[in-house]
């Protein structure tokens, strides 16, 4: 007698769809001109007989910066103020773009404040404090 099989067919399992991720290109756009950094962090080092200091502050001029010294604490700030205009057919663009911050911090010892060096070049600001003699 032949024999019945009575088990239940075993179910297929089902793949469930999942979305894949939609990757979109990033559309970067070329910079005309450097990007101010309104807050720029900055690197301080004692070499012994000095203190240097850097920060990178691209797209200011020197006139923008300012530095101060009072003691042992040294202060660098910037004002940056830029207005562009662009003319089109019917219409008139102005941007108006206003930075300002400023940076201090107490040295360990007293500088010489008649030997300071102030460089900028390529963004980057470079102070050279020499310590004064005790």
């Not at 042992?72 to 205009?85: Q, R, Y």
Request: hydrophobic share 30%.
């Amino acid at each position: 007698m032949p024999t019945k099989k009575t088990a239940k067919p075993i179910p297929k399992k089902v793949a469930k769809a999942v979305a894949k991720p939609t990757v979109k290109k990033a559309t970067i756009q070329k910079a005309k001109e450097p990007q101010i950094v309104s807050n720029p962090l900055w690197n301080i080092w004692d070499n012994g007989k000095e203190y240097k200091i850097r920060l990178s502050v691209p797209g200011l001029t020197k006139e923008n910066i300012n530095v101060q010294t009072d003691g042992n604490t040294v202060t660098i700030s910037c004002k940056n103020e830029k207005t562009t205009e662009k003319k089109g057919k019917n219409y008139l663009v102005q941007e108006y773009r206003y930075d300002a911050w400023s940076k201090s911090t107490r040295l360990p010892e007293k500088i010489d404040t008649d030997s300071i060096k102030v460089s900028y070049k390529n963004g980057v600001l470079k102070l050279t404090l020499e310590k004064k003699p005790q």
